[in-house]
């Protein structure tokens, strides 16, 4: 197992307006990996987060575009190390288990462990969370295989290989589903670890919306259906064109074969376009499929750019 003493290990924190909770964050990771650096990324905070963290000790950078994905994407351009702990700003998570996590991640030479939240708070984890955190991740599963429980975590512990070939693309709170398929994407070996979560601080308030954001988190999952197994996506697009077109037809051939006219010819002209129409998508996704693939691998050659770590 690697001693994680002599490891380089940078706790990211993305936070906006987090003047209740972020000293208490910077002091308890501090405490559970004195080792470790905490960097605070500051999205145009007004409440004073940023000279709340400085003053704590952490190193505090500004990320003026908006968006949590926006933060995510600063962040692991920006920082070096060899293992990447993130950690939303809001104090909901133990950072007492943060060595665990890091330890697992060496130990068993992994690329992502996500904290699988685990709480008896009701108001910690409201049950309309939940039920859309579970209704999102049977969709990723469903579109993307072996996943998950918890996809929606915002405590992960990243190695170096993971953060240096992860093309962020989300701004939102919708970065968590695209970290989970990057993940799946490029077979990463990956685990979870139950952490306790906690409610937020009295007085501290939650940024996600629960509707918007959960509508944004699952147009982003189809969005990745559609660029990431794009073969299957065009591919429900002809078979739905194929069977409506089929549908619409048998009626029409019925009569043809019977009378030997051809009844309701828009009808027979629609039946043609909507089947031709299916063939373009099926064309598409083979067409997109390979190019897809190519992608993956100049990923996968990204990925393997970089040694894993105590190799």
């Not at 709170?173 to 990956?190: C, D, G, K, N």
Request: proline share 4%; charged share 20%.
């Amino acid at each position: 197992m690697t001693d994680l003493s002599s490891a380089r290990i940078a706790v990211l924190v993305p936070c906006y307006n987090e003047a209740l909770t972020i000293e208490a964050i910077v002091r308890d990771f501090r405490a559970s990996l004195p080792q470790a650096t905490v960097y605070v990324f500051d999205n145009n905070s007004t409440d004073g987060t940023a000279e709340i963290a400085r003053a704590a000790g952490a190193s505090v950078r500004l990320v003026p575009h908006q968006g949590k994905g926006s933060v995510v994407r600063r962040m692991f351009a920006d920082i070096e190390a060899d293992a990447y702990i993130m950690v939303d700003g809001d104090d909901t998570y133990d950072a007492s288990v943060a060595p665990q996590l890091v330890a697992k991640l060496f130990g068993e030479g992994l690329d992502m462990v996500v904290g699988n939240r685990v709480t008896e708070e009701r108001a910690a984890y409201r049950l309309g969370h939940r039920f859309g955190n579970n209704l999102l991740t049977g969709c990723v599963s469903m579109l993307f295989g072996r996943t998950f429980t918890d996809i929606l975590s915002g405590y992960r512990v990243f190695s170096r290989r993971y953060v240096k070939s992860f093309a962020a693309h989300s701004t939102g709170f919708e970065i968590e589903t695209e970290l989970t398929v990057h993940a799946l994407e490029l077979r990463m070996p990956v685990a979870e670890v139950e952490t306790v979560y906690k409610a937020r601080p009295e007085g501290s308030f939650s940024k996600l919306n629960t509707y918007r954001d959960g509508w944004r988190i699952l147009m982003t999952i189809l969005r990745l259906f559609k660029s990431e197994r794009p073969l299957s996506f065009f591919g429900l697009g002809f078979l739905a064109c194929f069977l409506l077109s089929v549908g619409l037809a048998v009626p029409l051939v019925s009569v043809w074969m019977s009378t030997g006219l051809v009844p309701r010819q828009p009808t027979a002209v629609l039946c043609s376009a909507i089947m031709l129409f299916g063939v373009v998508l099926l064309a598409c996704g083979i067409i997109l499929d390979a190019v897809t693939k190519a992608r993956i691998e100049q990923k996968r050659f990204a990925y393997l750019a970089f040694p894993a770590h105590g190799s």
